[in-house]
């Protein structure tokens, strides 16, 4: 019997649910795997568009033409965006929804890849430096001819929960944490709060559950709607729409990929692996978002990532990312390699590997950026 670090003396569990019914088997890409996503997802089935949609702000900076847009999504706080292109455009351009990551830092959502019309902030600043090569990556992507939208999603931003929602029993919790920590900045305002939504997170997930949905439903719901706005805007070319990700970006991209018919491609940056991959390795780090419930049954992460082959698909890899081991990238790179062979288009399936940490850096970027442009103009001159 294998013994797993985490499961202890409950390690034959493993077994024992393999046992019960088959774990990750392989769902082909198809009409039939697109159906089963949407329906462990929950939130699929009804109206998606933004509600009460306003431009709070215009302005131009940096060779780009910004707006602040606000809309409502049926329940909570209005969803905060921005949208961003470059200046003085009279032609329809492709377009872009790009997706923060979750970073354990859901303080700010939008902000964290996109600059908008006021300076940026220090943390953010810092923030950059350490996972995206010190720059806002929704401008630059913007500069490159795109039209890109970047919005807060459940749990984020203008989408969080308000500290004093947060239970009075993990304020307590979290308060005791941090007493213990020497870093100042760790019983900020914005330090406090990132730490006490890493335990709100499960809160939240078992009300998703008990929903009839989950973490990843809801938010990949949100982000369906702010496709359908993208697809509203008038310069946006809608056979030309893609999106992209780090991270928790990454998982929202796939889930688009998915979920989504108009998404033409799509990039997902440091987050593909197989849940084999994350036994006894990386399952405490990760957002309950990358574990949809009960999609183990059905199939693998791999496999909802290419649900919609031969629809392009970009993976970008860390080789030394500590969210992942080498022999689940390699693994998931496979599978999803052979997804696109199965339907006779593996050249619409690249997978890129990096050296380094967890991250989406100028180089990457670039790569990214390339590859984007390449598959929407492909896209637009093929309609």
């Given at each position: ?21 088959s774990?990750?088997?392989l ?14 997802l ?17 302005w ?29 455009t ?6 872009i ?17 996109a600059?908008?019309p ?36 459940f ?19 979290t ?20 730490q ?12 998703c559950?008990?929903l ?7 938010v990949?719901?949100?982000d ?14 809608a ?16 889930l ?15 987050l593909?692996?197989?849940y ?8 405490f ?22 649900c919609?082959?031969?629809s392009?698909?970009l ?6 990312d500590?969210?992942f ?7 998931a790179?496979?599978r999803?390699?052979t997804?696109?062979?199965s339907?006779g288009?593996?050249e ?8 380094g940490?967890?991250k ?24």
């Amino acid at each position: 019997m294998t013994i797993y670090q985490h499961l202890g003396i409950f390690s034959d569990l493993v077994d024992d649910a393999r046992r019960q019914a088959s774990l990750y088997p392989l769902a082909v890409p198809g009409t039939a795997t697109q159906r089963k996503v949407r329906d462990i997802l929950g939130f699929c089935h009804g109206p998606e568009t933004p509600l009460d949609v306003r431009v709070e702000q215009t302005w131009e900076r940096d060779g780009l033409s910004g707006e602040w847009i606000t809309w409502a999504v049926g329940y909570g706080p209005r969803t905060e965006a921005y949208l961003l292109k470059p200046a003085g455009t009279t032609t329809p351009l492709p377009g872009i929804v790009a997706l923060h990551d979750h970073g354990g830092f859901k303080f700010f959502g939008k902000e964290k890849i996109a600059d908008g019309p006021a300076d940026t902030p220090q943390v953010l600043v810092d923030y950059r430096n350490g996972g995206y090569g010190g720059r806002a990556f929704a401008n630059a992507l913007a500069k490159e001819g795109f039209v890109v939208l970047v919005h807060d999603t459940f749990l984020w931003g203008s989408r969080k929960f308000p500290l004093e929602d947060v239970p009075q029993e993990i304020r307590n919790q979290t308060q005791a944490i941090l007493s213990m920590n020497s870093d100042p900045t760790a019983m900020d305002e914005i330090g406090f709060y990132n730490q006490a939504t890493v335990v709100h997170e499960h809160l939240v997930s078992k009300y998703c559950n008990l929903l009839g949905t989950s973490m990843a439903g809801v938010v990949s719901h949100e982000d369906r709607i702010a496709v359908n706005y993208l697809l509203s805007r008038p310069e946006v070319l809608a056979n030309a729409v893609g999106c992209i990700g780090l991270s928790g970006g990454g998982n929202r991209a796939a889930l688009l990929q998915a979920t989504h018919d108009s998404i033409q491609a799509a990039v997902i940056v440091g987050l593909m692996s197989t849940y084999d991959g994350l036994l006894d390795h990386n399952v405490f780090s990760h957002t309950w978002m990358f574990f949809p419930f009960q999609w183990a049954r059905v199939g693998d992460w791999p496999d909802l990532a290419a649900c919609r082959a031969p629809s392009p698909l970009l993976v970008q890899y860390d080789l030394e990312d500590d969210l992942f081991t080498p022999a689940g990238m390699r693994a998931a790179d496979a599978r999803i390699a052979t997804h696109y062979q199965s339907v006779g288009h593996p050249e619409a399936y690249t997978g890129q590997f990096y050296p380094g940490p967890h991250k989406f850096d100028l180089e990457m970027q670039t790569a990214a950026f390339a590859w984007l442009k390449e598959q929407l103009e492909s896209k637009t001159m093929s309609n």
